[in-house]
């Protein structure tokens, strides 16, 4: 192993990849490094993605260097794991998603013409998909969308892809129509009392507005996460809000804090 690399700014990948394994050695490796696994470091790789994705909604560009560096580190992790079990290693990922962009941009790397639309491309792209799932036994139309991703990202996939094949409402009035559906259903539960049914008709409801916003064009994720900033970024004026009179919003009542939410929202000119 070589010191020389590690402590060598520049050192790029090579140098990223020599910490981790010093990092992994049995004898002389970090006891916390050395005892975590697939499973405790995929919880960490998720967490790191969603901060690169924060950086750049905050366009924190100071940051987002750092972030896709903590990044980095979660597929540098699993490599070295992978190398250790003697399944894979960091060279042959970089090598299976060369290959995976070159076989699915013919266009660029084959004799395929480079003059059609972006719309046309991603067509291409899932027939593209489609064979390479189909290659891993995925027969089914809703094979291959990940149980792991958030249940907004993966209700839309799972939307899209059943959409390929016809199953989908035409027009988006129609789903406007059944989330109303779906309301109702919800109100029904609530007022039995069935929590079980509660929660399943929630789910529908979900569903069915994530159904909406594909319809509409919008990322359900991404306005899901902008209602949230702007929630947080409202609430903030309500706490300064008190702050000047110096209270909290524990000793302030509901009607002065929607005051001040009301201002807050003036002041958006929301």
Not at 63 to 90: M, S
Not at 179 to 187: P, S, T, V
Request: glycine share 8%.
């Amino acid at each position: 192993m070589s010191d020389s690399l590690v402590f060598t700014s520049g050192g790029g990948m090579p140098r990223l990849l020599e910490i981790m394994a010093r990092l992994r050695n049995p004898e002389t490796g970090c006891p916390w490094d050395i005892a975590q696994s697939w499973d405790t470091i995929a919880p960490y790789t998720i967490e790191e993605a969603y901060e690169v994705a924060d950086a750049i909604e905050r366009e924190a560009w100071g940051e987002l260097r750092g972030e896709l560096g903590d990044l980095l580190l979660q597929v540098v992790y699993f490599a070295q794991i992978g190398t250790e079990e003697g399944r894979f290693t960091f060279d042959q990922i970089v090598d299976t998603i060369s290959d995976k962009m070159i076989a699915r941009h013919p266009h660029v790397f084959g004799t395929e013409n480079r003059d059609k639309s972006a719309e046309q491309q991603v067509r291409d792209w899932e027939t593209v998909k489609a064979a390479e799932r189909a290659d891993k036994g995925e027969a089914r139309v809703l094979d291959g969308v990940a149980l792991g991703l958030p249940a907004l990202m993966r209700a839309t996939k799972l939307q899209k892809r059943a959409a390929r094949v016809g199953f989908d409402w035409q027009e988006a009035a129609q789903v406007l129509d059944k989330i109303g559906e779906e309301a109702g259903e919800l109100l029904e539960a609530a007022d039995a009392g069935d929590h079980d049914r509660i929660e399943d008709e929630m789910g529908d409801m979900f569903f069915a507005l994530v159904n909406y916003a594909r319809h509409l064009d919008v990322d359900p994720e991404q306005a899901l996460r902008r209602s949230n900033a702007k929630f947080t970024r409202r609430f903030n004026v309500v706490e300064d809000g008190l702050r000047t009179s110096g209270r909290s919003p524990e000793e302030a009542g509901l009607a002065e804090m929607d005051r001040l939410w009301e201002a807050a929202k003036r002041r958006e000119g929301g």
